[in-house]
């Protein structure tokens, strides 16, 4: 092990979080930088490896426990969310993770992923959406395009897609954002900003799948459009974009609007963007390339009670309040003896 011990404090490095099990997706699949993203971001985090739980479920990016030194649990089919609470329910001192697909979350799984948001468990979500499902070999997920053509539609799909962001906003998420699977640093920076929070945080992960569904976000991440066709978001910073720095988006009686202004000098109606602002969240989760720019970053941030906080909160009342004798507690009530 290479973990080294100074003054007490512990310093890992990012094989640290390797497993030395073979590493099983596709050649080209951006699974990989997800995978070092956040072996990277765990040693930045520099918490004892034993404290951290990687809970999957069902489909390629539910692969990933396996190749983290970390203690893990590959699940079943749309449950890693229960799972999950389970265990940070039980044990709050663990930091939680759930790795999940968009299939396995957003379809099979979205009454969970629902109920997690509204209960903010301090559990961290990676959503690694590839708009497929690439373990059963393509066939299309909730978040695929309307019009996809693919083996289960083969004339294209009928149906509009989930956007995950707005979901999970509109389910009463306290910390959300979003980035690319290429965007290296900017993940690694969101994964550190996702454990920083104290509730549930999601992190919705664009990610191609080089084999089923390639070049699906192309348009607005390749590295020559990237900067024309993505929104960074800032909190307290407007919203501008653009190589130039020379387009702002200005919110106004409920519509939006693209304004083009010279590089250094943005009128001064653009909107400031604002992470605890909840309607401008719903707002920036619903704009689409190529009408808008894309949204990446923090997108919603606020503080809440987390709801393990709440059960153990309760819990100390309660011991207070009654008796921790249990044969006291039984006579407590309304007993009676059946004969
Ligand atoms: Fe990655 Fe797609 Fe292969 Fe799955 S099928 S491992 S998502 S490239």
Known sequence: MSVTEQEGQITYKWTDFKSDQDVRWCPGCEDYAILKAFQTALAELDI??????????????????????????????GRPIPIATGVKVANPDLVVWVITGDGDCLSIGGNHLIHVMRRNVDIKILLFDNRIYGLTKGQYSPTSDKGMVNRTAPMGTVEEPVEPVALALASGATFVARTDAAYLKHLIHLIVEAHKHKGTAFLHIYQNCYVYNDGVFDDFTQRDVRDDRNLVLEHGKPLIFGKNRDKGLRFKDGMVEIAEFEPADPPEDITIFDETNLSLAFALSKLYWPRFPVPMGVIRRVEQPSFEELIYGQIEKAKQKFSTDLNKLIYSGDVWEVK
């Not at 479920?57 to 699940?75: A, D, E, K, N, Q």
């Open 48 to 77: 004892p490896r034993e404290k951290h739980v990687v809970v999957s479920g069902i489909g390629c990016s539910s692969r990933l426990p396996y190749y983290m030194s970390t203690y893990g649990f590959h699940g079943i089919h």
